[in-house]
């Protein structure tokens, strides 16, 4: 049975969890990270050889031909959709908890 949710106002909704970011269709904008206050995603560099790395790491650094966004903690996200409205490219998919 779904998790049922309700606004401040009583309005009662169906929360969608993040579950995956496609990294090919990612642009690493960072509109979904802006507008999460719950460090559900980060952003990480993709390498040459499609290999999502740390941006800090100093083994990639010339390595890193874009960036993504990456989910690094999806037990933070509360299902508000707000990441899934801003994303230019549909790249996330979210889904009801079971």
């Known amino acids: 049975m779904p998790i049922t949710a309700f ?23 960072g509109r979904c990270y802006k507008v999460c206050g719950r460090e559900v995603m980060t952003l990480k560099g993709v390498t040459d050889e499609d ?8 083994d990639y650094e010339d390595d890193i031909e874009r960036n993504v966004m990456a989910l690094v903690n999806p037990d933070a996200c509360i299902g508000c959709g707000a990441c899934f409205r801003v994303c230019p490219t ?6 009801v908890a079971d």
């Not at 106002?9 to 642009?27: D, K, M, Q, R, S």
């Not at 290999?51 to 100093?58: A, F, G, K, P, T």
């Not at 549909?90 to 889904?95: F, P, V, Y």
């Open 51 to 58: 290999e999502i790395v740390d941006l800090d790491d100093e």
């Open 7 to 29: 606004t401040r106002g009583g309005t009662e909704y169906t929360p969608e969890f993040l579950v995956a970011i496609n990294a090919e269709t990612c642009i690493g904008c």
């Open 90 to 95: 549909n790249c996330q998919t979210h889904a």
